[in-house]
């Protein structure tokens, strides 16, 4: 593989790629704004100037001062060029620390900086900040502006989920070519030219197409915020841990950051993944983290309707225990979920198996569109798992459970996780049954019909996998803990199957994985 010198280092390149990809690629960061590895090149912002030292020269004319004749005497001085756009040639040499390259910088910063809002205490970019960042790496000085900055509207709402800020804005384009190259959809330009620069909407239109959020992630100074984030935390405050998304069969990789403090997630950001998602990430995906606090179980509870009440751990299991024996095997319906992990779902087949029945169906949410960028047209990040689970053959969904209900083909049902297509009017027949065990993490159209409804921890909580639509087994650990009492499914399940009298010969989740075909070590 071809190299070229990089401050003294040897970097190895591919063919067409440039001296910022190729220092990026092994971790090597060339100051830059308007650069993304997943975007086209603009080199607009000229933060990557670097030094080429090696070969023919370039130099630009310059006057400069001469003490001893008092006088401005002709000379030159190294033309500098953006790393972004340099293509990497072998046995080339460049410099991005040079004297003559930290003075480019430090006017870049300058300029940069000279009519921006001095409102760090309140912009939620601070902390993330690559003008705060740089100024401190590559500046250092005090501003020399002394007269009134140039001011620009604040506050500015572009759709649902993004608020503008022009007086922030560095104007890198970086938001205009995410909905060009990414979202494919112009919506985003920009209008007049230096100070008066700013970003704008395309006449009668919003940022609302389905990844208005990358707009605001690659936004490298405060410019753009989201709606959901705005004001809610500071990232100081976040740690962060990879998860992988729970919107759709594409599997998105993802940062979750979250306030240890208060054991809450405040946001996701997209993972880098080539093999995946990229460097992206659609808006239903970054806001499915709200599901983790919201309509949570925590308590057991037996009875329906008005009957319903918290019961204790222990006997909710015996409850569910009691219900589940008085079915005979071959009239019992176990349901998957497509929610949930593989491992869960493996229990809960390897518990059916115990149990004597063959009758497994699959709980999957619907009402979903996708599309040819990012979004996978199932809204179930697991179903290829939980098929895979059962042993990689078709199965069926709760609608045939329903009619095999009111055929009577079916007297009792035990259940994972709380997602369906079916609303809560569509279950009516399970409430006929005395005997339907849900074991959720939240609440739902399948646990509102059950008769011992037993909590499981969340996706954030648990160590895992998903298999997407490519066939890739992904797997994740917790980011939280769980709440005090709340064990993972495949925990709940094994507990289940004890109180039964069934040992289904796992007691860790290496030991159950033993049962899977996908290597899942291999994707951590």
């Known amino acids: 593989m071809p190299t070229f010198k990089l401050d003294g280092r040897e970097i190895s390149f591919e063919p067409g790629e440039t001296v910022i990809q190729a220092a990026w690629r092994v971790g090597i960061e060339i100051p830059h704004y308007c650069w993304h590895p997943g975007l086209s090149v603009a080199a607009n912002c000229r933060m990557c100037l670097v030094h080429i030292t090696s070969g023919r020269q370039m130099a630009m004319p310059q006057l400069e001062w001469d003490d001893e004749t008092g006088e401005y005497v002709p000379t030159t001085k190294p033309k500098l060029q953006p790393a972004c756009q340099l293509a990497a040639e072998e046995n080339m040499e460049v410099s991005s620390t040079s004297d003559v390259v930290k003075e480019a910088q430090a006017s870049v910063q300058e300029f940069l900086l000279l009519n921006h809002p001095v409102d760090c205490p309140i912009c939620d970019q601070a902390g993330e900040c690559k003008l705060q960042d740089y100024y401190y790496s590559h500046q250092a000085t005090l501003k020399r502006k002394l007269t009134e900055p140039v001011h620009k509207p604040k506050g500015v709402r572009f759709g649902p989920t993004i608020v503008y800020d022009a007086e922030r804005c560095i104007m890198c384009t970086r938001c205009i070519r995410v909905c060009d190259e990414v979202a494919k959809d112009h919506v985003l330009d920009m209008r007049e030219r230096g100070n008066e620069n700013e970003i704008i909407l395309a006449p009668g239109r919003e940022l609302d197409h389905r990844y208005t959020l990358m707009t605001e992630h690659v936004c490298p100074v405060g410019a753009l915020t989201s709606s959901d984030f705005r004001f809610k935390a500071r990232v100081w405050f976040l740690k962060s841990a990879p998860s992988v998304c729970t919107g759709c069969a594409t599997g998105c990789n993802s940062h979750a950051d979250y306030d240890p403090r208060y054991g809450k997630v405040y946001r996701l950001r997209p993972r880098d993944n080539p093999d995946v998602n990229k460097f992206w990430m659609c808006d239903d995906g970054m806001m499915t983290y709200t599901r983790h606090d919201t309509d949570r179980l925590l308590m057991p509870t037996a009875g329906r309707g008005d009957e319903r009440e918290p019961v204790l751990d222990d006997e909710a299991f015996w409850l569910a225990a009691e219900q589940l024996r008085k079915v005979e095997g071959s009239k019992l319906a176990v349901v998957l979920s497509a929610q949930s992990t593989t491992e869960d779902n493996l229990a809960l087949v390897t518990l059916a198996q115990a149990l004597g029945t063959g009758h497994l169906y699959l709980a999957a949410l619907g009402g979903w569109e996708g599309d040819d960028i990012l979004r996978s047209d199932d809204n179930n990040p697991n179903r290829a798992g939980a098929i895979q689970a059962a042993g990689g053959g078709p199965l069926k969904?709760?609608?045939?459970?329903?009619?095999?209900?009111?055929?009577?083909?079916?007297?009792?049902?035990?259940?994972?996780?709380?997602?369906?297509?079916?609303?809560?009017?569509?279950?009516?027949?399970?409430?006929?049954?005395?005997?339907?065990?849900?074991?959720?993490?939240?609440?739902?159209?399948?646990?509102?019909?059950?008769?011992?409804?037993?909590?499981?921890a969340d996706i954030y909580e648990i160590e895992g996998s998903f298999v997407n639509d490519k066939g890739m087994a992904q797997a994740f650990k917790p980011v939280l803990p769980a709440p005090v009492g709340v064990e993972p499914g495949w925990k709940a399940i094994a507990a289940l199957a004890s109180q039964l009298g069934h040992d289904l010969g796992f007691q860790d989740l290496q030991a159950l994985r033993q049962g899977l075909t996908t290597d899942v070590e291999a994707a951590q």
């Open 397 to 456: 969904t709760v609608a045939d459970l329903l009619d095999e209900v009111q055929a009577g083909v079916i007297q009792g049902v035990l259940a994972l996780g709380w997602a369906t297509a079916e609303r809560l009017e569509e279950l009516a027949p399970l409430v006929a049954l005395d005997s339907v065990v849900s074991l959720t993490s939240h609440v739902g159209a399948l646990p509102a019909v059950a008769s011992v409804a037993i909590p499981v």
